[in-house]
């Protein structure tokens, strides 16, 4: 399993681009971005995109996404997968002829660009050529965290999350697991704000460090551009080695 960064951080700066990560150049996780990060083919060979939650830093990209499949005529539909009240959300306030046009009656009703498809919380299901196990976690929306796995390696996603129990748990059901990809958007003196807003800090990581599966590297994404560095030396102290930070446009294999 590959996965590429499209985006690592929980909004936009300068060359920082919001959350999306591309599994085996065919199944997006979160849309922040994509045409910021990829060529017009390598958008069209995009099949789904497995979405944690409705805000913005996670599918904006699918917006512009969906116009340039249109656009070139693209063979294959794009498929977006999450949990019901996410997919309503989308439905309703995001491609819905007002904010950005219905790509699902688009070019034509019989043949549009976007299809969605409703996930079942806690389930392993089939999207692509993945199972994916989608997992509610703590944020301020519905949101779910991701276990997705390819049959020999697999990967946790955290989507947007304050601490979580759930995700740790489902995740002891899984062998081959590779990494956890973990959000962190805010520094330790803003743990008041990180609390009302479901996101962590590096404290709240490292308590979280317990529940995880042992030895499974921990990836960072998510990180506000205005707190990289104070976020990065906060996070080193927790510990050294098994925390990094995601490197936006570097491609992992697992
Ligand atoms: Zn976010
Ligand atoms: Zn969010």
Partial sequence: MKIRVL????????????????????????????????AS?????????????SHLDHIAGL???????????AQTPLTIASLEPVVTALRTSIFNDTVWPDFTKLPSPQAP???????REDTEQRVGDFWVRPVPVNHTVPTSGFIVHDGTSGLIYSGDTG?????????????????????????????GLADIARHMTPELIRRELDKMPDDVPVL????????????????????????????QDRTYAF
């Fill in 41 to 53: 083919a390598e958008q069209l060979a995009i099949e789904h995109a497995l979405v944690s939650h």
């Fill in 7 to 38: 985006g690592a951080y929980g909004a936009e700066g300068l060359a920082q681009r919001p959350s999306a990560f591309l599994l085996n150049d065919r199944v997006l996780i979160d849309g922040g971005t994509v045409g910021g990060a990829l």
């Fill in 163 to 191: 601490p979580t129990d759930a995700l740790w748990k489902a995740a002891r059901e899984v062998r081959g697991l590779r990494a956890v990809i973990l959000e962190c958007a805010f520094p330790n003196r803003l743990a």
């Fill in 220 to 247: 960072i994404f998510h990180v506000k551009p205005q707190f990289y560095d104070e976020i990065g030396e906060e996070l080193g102290a927790v510990s050294g080695a098994r925390i990094t930070m995601l490197e």
């Fill in 113 to 119: 660009v976007l299809r969605f498809q409703s996930l």
């Fill in 63 to 73: 917006a512009y996404l969906t116009e340039t499949l249109a656009l070139c005529e």
